[in-house]
């Protein structure tokens, strides 16, 4: 088993000013590259509107300017792509002061990028931060949503320094494990502030984020049956096979003899992890009554080594793969949400986990054809808090304080040879330029077209089968979507984890949906059939495929109408395959002319910015674009 550093165990050599990641030669890289990210995303989402020069338009790339507040303007090459896309390139990025034809326009220049284009005079500009404050009028944000995103930005770029400063190569990637490549990982492709974890400390950071890769030990408490509750099915159908399963006899001794020491019955108690930042900063002061009646009481750590995963708060155990990762609680602003777990979701997940296995065991096309993995949350423990929990108009964040959800592992449910990666690593490059996918292909043995469609005929047979048989989508972006290779490094089949949060059904009655339960049918949001196509185009073609395809055409020598050309083909062979259910492929049309643009980065500038709510934001929806996969593109 690897060894890892443990987050509990102080080292002489480190103290806490060590700032090894705050090198201004890497600093500069990452700022670059998020400077780019910034005018792409915001120009995708409309945002801002850059405005053509002279060589603009000429093909699929161009040099654009954009207007600062102070008159003048940074310009820089971009090209574009489906669904209306924009790919910057950070070494083109420049200020064209005001003074250089009036009203920081310019011309074209002499000068040239090194590729043979001409580039606009001026000095090159690779500070986001300062973008910002020089644009806050452009992008328009108010002072408060201004200050927050600033501090969102610093944080995020804090983390990209520690990811550059400790970059692998592709090669070195590829060899390790799962649970391992996540702490590599540079974070959502589209959300601009995607490490902003807003409540932590640099403290906090160094130790419990994926990028630190620093494995830990959670500690549990016992909380009394009059204010938890354990739902579970499956092998875990109780509170007793679980800890079996979770536990070390000698770990679950212990338990019983604190509780038994402080004249408390065991019985009367559900055990679960926390995450420390979670009991420190949260649980602590905010559950004290309970904790001061007993019925919240701290017991130790049970020994295994866990690895934050790309979502912070779930956690895989490397001590004990067999065992289930866990997911926690964790009440910081990250991605435009609270990280916290939601009461009745929480409750609601493993009976949400039955009926959506249940679907695919009856089915031979997704369990046998497929072999698609689903790794359920088969067992959770949900704890009220005893004002908030009542209190409807009070933040989301407050009634999301204390809970559990153990899921499924993964390493158990591979064959041997198979190796599993999230979908997230494909648009991954290493510090040689070198992209993670042009790695595996190179593996693989296998054209980039073949794999390419290898890599389709996986993911996407099981995602549209779940939308026109049974009605019902998954979320299925980067983090999400996990890819099960073989031992070629060729793509064989889809797993998809976070269920409860992410699995919507379709608001037009089907037959399918009648074994739903109550307590499903409750808590699984729907939607109309029209948007219910959004989570794969959103979540997998947009959140995913639309970087996937310029890295593919640059590096792989594809061209993106290729790319495209081949998911509409899996598409179409997946209608030819279940004729039966061409009145569901126009339901859930996938291949309409236009989509509606849904926009996270608007939802942080505009729509919600940092203000407290008592319902969780939903992502902003603006305008439309065109559909890549629409016969006519």
């Given at each position: 088993m690897p060894t890892y550093p443990v987050t509990h165990q102080p080292t002489e050599s480190h103290t806490p000013f060590d700032t090894p990641e705050l090198d201004r030669t890497a600093w500069n890289r990452v700022s670059a590259r998020l400077l780019a990210k910034m005018l792409g995303e915001f120009a995708y989402e409309e945002v801002i509107e850059p405005v053509p020069r002279s060589d603009a338009g000429a093909g699929r790339s161009g040099e654009y300017t954009v207007p600062l507040?102070?008159?003048?303007?940074?310009?820089?090459?971009?090209?574009?792509?489906?669904?209306?896309?924009?790919?910057?390139?950070?070494?083109?990025?420049?200020?064209?002061?005001?003074?250089?034809?009036?009203?920081?326009?310019?011309d074209a220049g002499d000068g040239s990028d090194g590729a043979g284009h001409g580039r606009a005079q001026g000095t090159p500009f690779h500070d986001p931060l300062g973008f910002l404050a020089r644009g806050r009028h452009l992008l328009g944000l108010d002072g408060p949503t201004l200050g927050h995103l600033i501090r969102e930005l610093t944080a995020t770029l804090t983390a990209d320094a520690r990811l550059d400063r400790t970059a692998l190569r592709a090669a070195q990637l590829a060899e390790l494990p799962y649970a391992e490549l996540e702490g590599h990982q540079t974070g959502h492709p589209w959300l601009v502030a995607n490490k902003g974890?807003?409540?932590?400390?640099?403290?906090?950071?160094?130790?419990?984020t994926?990028?630190?890769?620093?494995?830990?030990?959670?500690?549990?408490?016992?909380?009394?049956?009059?204010?938890?509750?354990?739902?579970?099915?499956?092998?875990?159908?109780?509170?007793?096979?679980?800890?079996?399963?979770?536990?070390?006899?000698?770990?679950?001794?212990?338990?019983?003899?604190?509780?038994?020491?402080r004249g408390l019955d065991p019985a009367g108690y559900l055990l679960l992890p926390v995450h420390p930042w979670q009991w420190d900063e949260w649980i602590l002061p905010l559950f004290a009554p309970a904790i001061?009646?007993?019925?919240?009481?701290?017991l130790h750590a049970d020994g295994d080594l866990r690895l934050p995963q790309q979502s912070i708060r779930t956690f895989s155990n490397v001590g004990?793969?067999?065992?289930?990762?866990?997911?926690?609680?964790?009440?910081?602003?990250?991605?435009?949400?609270?990280?916290?777990?939601?009461?009745?979701?929480?409750?609601?997940?493993?009976?949400?986990?039955?009926?959506?296995?249940?679907?695919?065991?009856?089915?031979?096309?997704?369990?046998d054809t497929c072999g698609v993995i689903l790794l359920g949350e088969v067992a959770s423990v949900a704890v009220e808090h005893p004002l908030y929990d009542h209190l409807p108009e009070s933040p989301y964040q407050f009634k999301e304080i204390l809970g559990a959800i153990w899921r499924e592992p993964l390493q158990p449910r591979l064959a041997p040879g198979e190796r599993a990666r999230t979908l997230a690593s494909l648009l991954h490059t290493d510090p040689d330029g070198r992209s993670?996918?042009?790695e595996l292909v190179a593996r693989s043995g296998l054209t980039p077209a073949a794999w390419l469609t290898r890599l389709f005929a996986a993911l996407l047979p099981p995602l549209l089968h779940f939308l026109y048989r049974y009605g019902t989508v998954f979320s299925p972006h980067g983090e999400n979507a996990i890819v099960v290779f073989d031992e070629h490094d060729v793509p064989a089949r889809l797993a998809i984890k976070d269920f409860v949060d992410d699995v919507n059904v379709s608001a037009l009655p089907l037959p399918e949906h009648d074994s739903m339960t109550p307590e499903v049918r409750g808590i699984l949001l729907t939607e109309n059939p029209a948007f219910l196509t959004q989570f794969i185009h959103s979540g997998l073609f947009v959140g995913v495929f639309r970087y996937l395809s310029p890295l593919c055409e640059e590096q792989l020598g594809v061209p993106e109408g290729e790319f495209w050309s081949l998911v509409r083909a899996e598409i179409l062979r997946h209608h030819m395959r279940f004729p039966d259910l061409k009145e569901r492929f126009e339901i859930f049309d996938m291949l309409t002319p236009t989509i509606?643009?849904?926009?996270?980065?608007?939802?942080?500038?505009?729509?919600?910015?940092?203000?407290?709510?008592?319902?969780?934001?939903?992502?902003a929806v603006h305008g439309a674009v065109p559909n890549p996969l629409h016969a006519s593109t």
């Open positions: 507040d102070d008159g003048a303007a940074l310009s820089f090459r971009a090209g574009r792509g489906v669904y209306g896309s924009w790919r910057v390139d950070p070494a083109t990025i420049r200020e064209i002061p005001r003074d250089d034809d009036g009203d920081g326009g310019g974890r807003i409540g932590f400390s640099a403290a906090d950071a160094a130790r419990f994926p990028e630190a890769r620093s494995a830990t030990t959670l500690p549990w408490i016992a909380v009394s049956t009059r204010i938890a509750h354990f739902r579970g099915v499956g092998r875990v159908a109780t509170p007793e096979d679980l800890y079996g399963q979770e536990l070390d006899p000698s770990v679950r001794e212990s338990f019983t003899a604190l509780l038994r020491e001061a009646d007993g019925d919240i009481v701290p004990r793969p067999d065992r289930h990762s866990v997911k926690l609680p964790l009440s910081i602003l990250n991605t435009l949400v609270w990280r916290g777990l939601p009461t009745e979701r929480t409750l609601a997940a493993p009976a949400v986990t039955a009926w959506v296995q249940s679907l695919c065991e009856g089915d031979p096309f997704l369990s993670f996918t042009a509606e643009r849904l926009c996270l980065n608007r939802n942080r500038l505009h729509l919600d910015g940092y203000r407290d709510r008592p319902e969780r934001p939903h992502a």
